[in-house]
């Protein structure tokens, strides 16, 4: 008897193959520096709160159906061939929207917006040599998406935050290329960030989109760095990518140090080299250099600009090049409230970076994910330290799987990207995280993939202190990830969720490791204008005054090595309610969304002034 698959069956088999097609392809990274056409600018977009384009009514997948309807297959990008033909959506004549940018602050009906948009773009393309492979590139988007080019899927990605591509070599036409992605920035509890934050969800394709061409075999990686604790060697790793990627010639040449070396690849296409080399000039916030770096293959070159210096923790000092620093930081969300959305261009991380730079800071905290590439190649020029983190932010699912697996991802993707950035120096794994055993699990995991993945930066997570029990005024931070992490950061808020200012005279901290300390966050809300006594909570002065103590309680604790007071711009959050003041606004910023400066500003600038000139002496 002839069997034949029960749909069940064939069901099982497409899923199988499209959760092996939706694996994350590896990263190509420095696209900056690649030879790209930008899908960049008006795109065309169709809100879809139903996902009436994604799920058929019987909430059947449409792109895993055999015949999936033209009708309202949103996906397939498909036009009517007649005038009687029922096709319920039409791209062409839909709304325009702009790519990179978050579609809340762009269209004022999708202000509060959380759910499906659709995104469509068509463009035409020569492939400029054949032989080459061709990638679609996301520099992010928020939070889910689902991409299609010419009417068949590429992928899924999750996670709002970090870049992705795809292959799409031999589906692209000269003429008429259509993309199309549904971006999904539904919250879910099983998510990274799940769905309690303090910042605005903002939706959509937020960076960059290219199509990235490349040799059939291409440099898709590389890590160049100094050796951990050796200003004499440089690490190089590179990764190939193609059919040829064995037995090949990759030239490593930095003509400001001299080298030029030459190098075969293994046959798993990695070439793996250390590079002796002679007085170097280090990177340095006061010297930010950076070198000229050429990677060649086969005629074809990429570029980098990569400084280099050392990175240890010794007791309670962080040694850069070996010398101590303190971390006069700020936190920073990725926003731009004088334009309103999220940030993403280089424009706007020097805008962010400079005002950082004014307030006096040598360091950032890159608030509560990754942020755009840019930052982190600004702060490499402007000589800022960074402090980069993932969204494992409050009380997440820690017993998940899949939630590990995707907070891994998010890691692992912030990781590859910015792991040649001499300015970035503490990856950070979490955010006010609540101990218990599994999520203490969770974070060690996290760090011992970190450590495997960049041997060289230093790992924290922002944690929290408790008042000691039975007593007023002693502050202790009770949390076993202490022992695991190079750097003992904690939020603390005593003045301002804890108390008044007043209390900042007696609390005293009680910390028993020999390891650096930094303050990941302190601060409170002043809305800029607003003017009364210091007692007077969200004026001006009320922060003011909230400085100056908590500054005066930080000085006493012997292993402080740095702090990101909360944070350097009002920022919106839609957990601020409170009319005239908040108006969904954070406003915690030493800097309002107009750009206007508040008091508290210049109290940390003069103590950044006055710890510099401790440390310069040192
Ligand atoms: C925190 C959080 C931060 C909030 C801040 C606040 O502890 O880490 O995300 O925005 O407090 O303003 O309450």
């Given at each position: 008897m002839k069997r034949f698959p029960t749909k069940a069956l064939l069901m099982t088999l497409i899923f199988a193959s499209t959760q092996l097609l939706f694996g994350q392809e590896p990263q190509i990274t420095n696209i900056g520096n690649r030879t790209v056409l930008t899908l960049n600018g008006v795109w065309k977009y169709v809100v879809d709160p139903y996902q009436t384009g994604y799920y058929d009514y019987r909430r059947d997948v449409r792109d895993e159906q055999l015949n999936p309807s033209n009708s309202e297959s949103l996906f397939l990008g498909y036009k009517p061939q007649n005038s009687s033909e029922r096709v319920e959506y039409d791209f062409e004549k839909s709304d325009n929207i702009l790519v990179p940018r978050d579609w809340n602050s762009q269209k004022e009906k999708l202000f509060y917006y959380e759910g499906s948009v659709w995104y469509y773009k068509a463009f035409d393309y020569e492939v400029a040599s054949n032989g080459n492979r061709q990638f679609i590139y996301f520099?992010?988007?928020?939070?889910e998406a689902d991409v299609y080019l010419n009417g068949k899927k590429l992928g899924k990605h999750i996670g709002g935050f970090t870049p992705f591509n795809y292959e799409i070599t031999g589906s692209l036409n000269p003429k008429g290329n259509f993309v199309i992605v549904k971006v999904d920035n539904t919250r879910g509890?099983?998510?990274?960030?799940?769905?309690?934050?303090?910042w605005w969800n903002y939706g959509g394709l937020t960076r960059d989109v290219k199509i990235v061409e490349v040799a059939g075999t291409f440099i898709q990686d590389y890590y160049i760095q100094l050796a951990p604790n050796d200003s004499k060697s440089i690490e190089v790793s590179i990764t190939l990518n193609g059919i040829n990627k064995a037995n090949q010639i990759v030239t490593i040449e930095i003509p400001g140090a001299n080298i030029n070396v030459r190098c075969t690849s293994d046959t798993e296409g990695k070439v793996k080299t250390t590079i002796a080399v002679k007085n170097l000039t280090l990177w340095s916030p006061d010297n930010p250099y950076l070198y000229d770096v050429i990677l060649t293959h086969d005629k074809n070159i990429l570029t980098d600009k990569i400084g280099f210096r050392t990175l240890k923790t010794q007791g309670k000092e962080i040694l850069v090049n070996g010398k101590p620093v303190f971390l006069r930081g700020i936190s920073i969300h990725e926003e731009n409230g004088i334009r309103g959305g999220r940030a993403y261009s280089k424009e706007d991380a020097r805008m962010l970076l400079g005002w950082a730079k004014e307030l006096g800071c040598n360091f950032v905290r890159l608030a509560h994910y990754p942020h755009n590439e840019n930052m982190a190649l600004v702060a490499d020029e402007l000589g800022i330290m960074v402090w980069s983190e993932v969204p494992v932010y409050w009380t997440i699912q820690w017993q998940n799987p899949d939630t590990y697996n995707n907070a891994h991802n998010q890691l692992t993707d912030m990781i590859t990207r910015d792991k040649n950035r001499a300015s970035v120096i503490i990856w950070s794994m979490a955010n006010e995280t609540p101990v218990s055993p599994e999520r203490t699990d969770f974070l060690k995991k996290m760090i011992e993939s970190t450590r495997k993945l960049d041997p060289v930066r230093l790992v924290s997570a922002a944690l929290e202190r408790h008042t000691k029990t039975g007593s007023v005024n002693t502050q202790v931070?009770?949390?076993?990830?202490q022992e695991y992490v190079d750097i003992i950061a904690f939020n603390q808020y005593i003045g301002w969720y804890?108390?008044?200012?007043?209390?900042c005279k007696t609390a005293e901290f009680e910390i028993k490791y020999d390891k650096p300390v930094m303050v990941s966050e302190f601060g409170g809300d002043a809305l800029q204008g607003n003017h009364g006594s210091k007692d007077d909570r969200w004026t001006e002065e009320f922060q003011e005054d909230l400085y100056v103590e908590t500054l005066k309680m930080l000085d006493k604790i012997p292993q402080l090595r740095g702090i990101t007071p909360w944070i350097l711009a009002d920022f919106r959050s839609p957990r601020r309610v409170l009319p005239y003041i908040q108006d969904g606004w954070n406003r915690k910023g030493l800097i309002s969304e107009t750009g206007d400066k508040k008091k508290a500003f210049f109290v940390l600038q003069k103590y950044y002034k006055t710890r510099k000139a401790e440390y310069e002496i040192k």
């Open positions: 520099g992010a988007a928020n939070y509890l099983e998510k990274v960030p799940t769905i309690n934050t303090d931070i009770e949390d076993p990830l804890d108390g008044l200012p007043e209390k």
